[in-house]
Nanobody
Framework: QVQLVESGGGLVQAGGSLRLSCAAS????????MGWFRKAPGKEREFVAA???????YYADSVKGRFTISRDSAKNTAYLQMNSLKPEDTAIYYC???????????????????WGQGTQVTVSS
């Protein structure tokens, strides 16, 4: 079992930055892929970014060039650096962990077995 706890959400003005953290209860660096998803009011949950156990990264087109996913295996923590935030980035952001042996591609939620509770990000215009 892996428990995930997100932090770092909050209220920010458009154009600002936030860094989300996802602390895992156990080591994930060499075993798990990590992902960030978000869910805005009235919308389906959507993929934001993912980092493989190899450290390869993937991004949704809507955040490419603005968001950066990273991980610190020594701290069992994944990060999502969000720059140039827009009001449409407002959502609850969820961290997820999935086995590196999963057959699913990293942009789909089925690739992940463990989810955090989420952290609210609100971007004002």
């Amino acid at each position: 079992q892996v428990q995930l706890v997100e932090s770092g959400g909050g209220l920010v003005q458009a154009g600002g930055s936030l860094r989300l953290s996802c602390a895992a209860s156990t080591g994930t660096g060499s075993t798990y892929n990590m992902g960030w998803f978000r869910k805005a009011p009235g919308k389906e949950r959507e993929f934001v970014a993912a980092i493989e156990w190899t450290s390869s990264t993937y991004y949704a087109d809507s955040v490419k060039g603005r968001f950066t996913i990273s991980r610190d295996s020594a701290k069992n923590t994944a990060y999502l650096q969000m720059n140039s935030l827009k009001p449409e980035d407002t959502a609850i952001y969820y961290c997820a962990a999935g086995s590196k042996y999963s057959d699913y591609e990293l942009h789909v939620s089925q690739a992940y077995s463990y989810w955090g509770q989420g952290t609210q990000v609100t971007v004002s215009s």
